[in-house]
């Protein structure tokens, strides 16, 4: 009713000013063949007249009724008579315009041309974006005439593409060689596939036009690989902020105790689930606060998952340190018991976490280069975690004594280290820190029991390149390992990917066993 009402004023305030478009043309909105509505429809918008927005505008709405050679504007209230802008009655035997979904998308183009001419900037901006994707040679006159009135520079640029790939099947050479000097300087692959056709003698007669389309893809080929090597680069930097969070807490957990924890990808799972849990929480609770429910769930997700981690070591992994085969075969029996657990909590199917408002949307810094908020909030956030993590293992006596059981045991207890505790609380910070790693992967990836089985082997894989209990490897061999990986899906594909990087770190251990940063001390050297 609102849209309609604006149509209406719309409609009415044009017309009380001026005689308004072609009453011909408005009629022949009414035509029988829907080829003849559609020219009406185009040679209205290239026409421009005021007035015309509201017809269209009526006739997108179904509002717009006909009788005989008469054509009213009909709200469900009121009703004017489109010719002369008067408030009538409507006439007995008055039908709607029928339109299908053909003439909609012509209406919906015609209408984003008359918009060009609003006074609006945010309107005129809008309505020029919209053209971007779907414009026709119908529509060249209005963009011209929309360009030689727009004077805000970013609208302009965008006037000028939408009236290159309208003019860019002209009759004229010299128009349709402007046309690609116009979209050359317009890196897309929309655009790209406008240009590729003309190289072909069979769709581009002239000769001068050809060459022009040519030396323009190659252009663009040049800047779209540029753009999809660095949005690889990206994604890879995003995957292994993911893989330092999970492998954080099992570098230290794996330096210090020497366990190989196959259950750790499930303590993700329960950081992901708690995220699930809290903003559950302030939906039902807090509606007005849902935005904020990542940030609550941070240090829920932390201890929850440090709990868990503590129940785990107290009660199975305590009682087999130094038997690396059964403490293999009971973390993963730990694994099966919390995927089973979530299962019976929350379900087998995934469930939804959704992108607070202030992590939706992304940069664009290149055409096919988008960097999403999500993602580049969670490698700041990794990087903010790593970052207290340093603090606590280099600036804490809590740190002290855990390098100190890292690298020399026996030595750490015969000074005074309580190692049995230091067990504890490190296998607790490692769980928690996994925790976190479950919260940033509940923002980019789908939350269900299995989850935390993708990112288990990958964990281990970092951990073992970059040095047992070194945060400098651990940082180094995650970074290196999503971006390669990545670099090598777009290359290879995923399954090529994969194997060829544990080729290479299978080679790279025979080379280098103690990972790209050895542990020091006496003990670790023997």
């Not at 185009?42 to 269209?56: D, R, S, V, W």
């Not at 890196?187 to 003698?201: G, K």
């Not at 995003?238 to 924890?261: C, K, P, R």
Request: charged letters at 15%; aromatic letters at 8%.
């Amino acid at each position: 009713m609102k849209k309609l009402l604006t149509t209406l004023l719309l409609l009415t305030g044009a017309l009380s000013a001026w005689a308004g478009p072609d009453p011909a043309l408005v009629r022949q909105l009414a035509a029988d063949d829907n080829s003849d509505k559609i020219a009406a429809i185009q040679q209205l918008a290239a026409a421009a007249e005021p007035g015309t927005a509201g017809i269209l505008q009526a006739m997108a709405d179904d509002s717009l009724y006909v009788l005989d050679d008469k054509l009213f504007v009909f709200d469900g209230e009121n009703t004017l008579d489109a010719f002369s802008g008067e408030t009538v009655e409507l006439p007995e035997g008055a039908d709607t315009i029928t339109v299908n979904n053909r003439l909609r998308g012509e209406l919906a183009n015609a209408l984003a041309a008359l918009k060009l001419f609003d006074n609006d900037r945010e309107v005129r901006l809008n309505a020029a974006r919209e053209l971007q994707s779907n414009v026709g040679a119908e529509l060249a006159p209005v963009l011209a005439k929309a360009k030689a009135s727009e004077s805000d520079p970013h609208i302009l640029e965008l006037l000028t593409t939408a009236y290159a790939k309208a003019t860019l099947q002209d009759a004229d050479p010299a128009v349709r060689l402007a046309a690609v000097a116009a979209l050359a300087e317009v890196q897309t692959p929309a655009v790209r596939s406008l240009l590729l056709p003309l190289t072909d003698p069979a769709n581009e007669a002239d000769k001068s036009v050809r060459e022009a389309a040519i030396q323009a893809l190659k252009t663009i080929e040049r800047s779209l690989a540029w753009g999809d090597t660095l949005a690889a680069v990206f994604s890879g930097l995003s995957l292994g902020s993911i893989l330092l969070l999970a492998a954080l807490g099992l570098a230290i957990t794996y330096g210090v105790m020497g366990i190989i924890n196959m259950a750790h990808g499930e303590l993700l799972m329960v950081g992901a689930y708690t995220a699930y849990v809290m903003q559950s929480l302030f939906r039902t609770h807090f509606p007005e606060l849902i935005d904020w429910y990542l940030p609550a769930a941070i240090p829920v997700a932390f201890f929850t998952a440090a709990a868990v981690g503590v129940l785990m070591e107290r009660t199975v992994i305590r009682w087999l340190y130094g038997r690396t085969l059964e403490t293999l075969l009971a973390t993963w029996g730990l694994s099966l018991i919390l995927i089973q657990a979530a299962r019976v909590i929350f379900g087998a199917q995934n469930v939804e976490v959704a992108n607070p408002s202030w992590m939706s949307g992304g940069v664009e810094l290149l055409p096919n280069l988008i960097l999403p908020w999500n993602r580049v909030i969670i490698i700041g956030f990794a990087l903010f975690v790593l970052f207290l993590v340093w603090v606590l293992m280099n600036k804490t006596r809590l740190g002290m004594f855990v390098r100190a059981v890292t690298q020399n045991r026996p030595m750490a207890g015969c000074v005074g280290v309580p190692t049995s505790r230091i067990d504890t609380m490190a296998f607790a910070l490692g769980a928690g820190i996994a925790g976190l790693g479950g919260v940033a992967l509940s923002q980019i990836s789908n939350v269900g029991p299995d989850m935390g089985q993708g990112y288990i082997v990958d964990s281990f894989m970092v951990v073992v390149v970059g040095g047992v209990g070194q945060l400098a490897g651990a940082v180094w061999a995650a970074l290196g390992l999503g971006i390669f990986s990545k670099l090598l899906e777009g290359w290879a594909g995923a399954v090529i990917a994969k194997i060829a990087i544990l080729v290479a770190i299978i080679i790279f251990i025979q080379k280098r066993p103690q990972g790209i940063f050895a542990l020091k001390g006496r003990f670790a050297d023997q």
